[in-house]
């Protein structure tokens, strides 16, 4: 069952949302050659718990971090660990979660380590505007696979193969809320969409075949022909005003944070 969201819950949402977003920014400078994972994975839950989040994913279904940090063919839920050190040319997926005034948010960046290749490049580029994409077919009386085809036609018109094993959700009071929104599929199918829905949004994207498997630590997922992946997420809602990023538009703890990061 899908649970629409009032005006209320959805501007309670955005300290969740805005908290989300300033850990994400202020760890963008930290990713650098020579880092360990786990160096930012500590960053981010105590920057969330110094802003008044808890951190959404660690013990979520036995998840052992606050960050999944997923470094080139790695598409989702990599460990962070004191043994993965960032390499000058690596990409890293960086998706954090957090928990704030009774609601969750969710969103995900992929950030380059130094100088890349042109096809990392372009295949960051392509996951962020794939969900551009996606995100402007959020509209009342729309169907909620026209998100889905519009991600992939983005994506597929660019090279690029999407994820299929996995997919975006719903979010609110839970972490994993309905509908699932995959990022491929038929337009105009599914339910309509209409005020007071509020999803993650979450194109996850291949330089290869889209084709994935897990690692033995059981949560990894890696591209089967080991190329590289990208991944980009937003928590956004359809409202009154029309569609909003939730995890752009910092509430006030998160607007807050990013005074302190650009004073400092």
């Known amino acids: 069952m899908i649970v ?41 839950e105590r920057r969330a718990r110094e802003l008044g989040a808890k951190p959404a994913f660690k013990g979520y279904r036995g998840y052992p971090a606050s960050l999944c940090v997923s470094v080139n063919e790695e598409v989702i839920h990599g460990i962070p660990s004191d043994h993965r050190i960032l390499r000058e040319g690596d990409i890293v997926s960086l998706d954090f979660g957090a928990f704030a005034g009774g609601f969750y948010s969710d969103a995900a960046r992929t950030y380059p380590v130094g100088r890349i290749s042109l096809l990392a490049e372009r295949l960051i580029a392509a996951a962020e505007r794939s969900f551009t994409e996606g995100f402007a077919q959020l509209v009342e009386g729309r169907r909620l696979s026209d998100i889905s085809a519009a991600v992939q036609r983005s994506v597929e018109a660019e090279g690029f193969s999407v994820i299929r094993a996995f997919v975006g959700h719903g979010i609110g009071q839970d972490l994993h809320e309905e509908p699932q929104v995959p990022n491929f599929g038929f337009p105009g199918r599914g339910p309509r969409l209409r005020r007071g829905l509020v999803l993650a949004i979450e194109p996850m994207i291949a330089a290869g075949d889209w084709d994935v498997e897990v690692l033995p630590d059981g949560w990894t997922a890696v591209t089967k022909d080991r190329s590289l992946a990208a991944h980009f997420e937003e928590t956004v809602a359809l409202t009154g005003a029309g569609a909003e990023v939730l995890s752009r538009n910092a509430g006030s703890v998160g607007r807050a944070a990013a005074k302190e990061l650009s004073n400092a």
């Open 4 to 44: 629409y969201k009032t005006e209320a819950e959805i501007e309670a949402m955005k300290t969740a949302a805005g908290i989300v977003a300033a850990v994400l920014d202020e760890l963008r400078p930290l990713v650098k050659p020579g880092v360990r994972t786990s160096d930012l994975d500590a960053f981010a």
